[in-house]
């Protein structure tokens, strides 16, 4: 069994700053890209930014620029460090990460339970 834990969201102004954290345990040969999602009430799931093993990243061209994504391959976590706050960025965000077990090949998509981001005044 694979789990994603996520830590961090909550309430804060237009402006201010968030970092969500998330760490991944469980029966994990090899990690390939770890991400964060966001959904917003009546919106699709969308992709916010993502990190490859190697350290490749890619960004949602509404968050590039105040997001930042970091990824600790020794301690299988992702964090994302949200700066410069913006009231559209209000939504659900969901940690991402494409798993393969011990000796497997393939991976599989698992996901974080999702953690509130409010931005407001």
């Known amino acids: 069994q694979v789990q994603l834990v996520e830590s961090g969201g909550g309430l804060v102004q237009p402006g201010g700053s968030l970092r969500l954290s998330c760490a991944a345990s469980?029966?994990?040969?090899?990690?390939?890209?770890m991400g964060w999602y966001r959904q917003a009430p009546g919106q699709q799931r969308e992709l916010v930014t993502r990190?490859?093993?190697?350290?490749?990243?890619n960004y949602a061209d509404s968050v590039k620029g105040r997001f930042t994504i970091f990824r600790d391959n020794a301690k299988n976590t992702v964090d994302l460090q949200m700066n410069s706050l913006k009231p559209e960025d209000t939504a659900v965000y969901y940690c991402?990460?494409?798993?393969?077990?011990?000796?497997?090949?393939?991976?599989?998509?698992?996901w974080g339970q999702g953690t509130q981001v409010t931005v407001s005044s």
């Open positions: 469980g029966s994990i040969g090899r990690i390939d890209t």
């Open positions: 990190i490859s093993s190697a350290g490749i990243t």
């Open positions: 991402n990460a494409k798993i393969a077990g011990p000796g497997t090949f393939w991976s599989n998509d698992y």
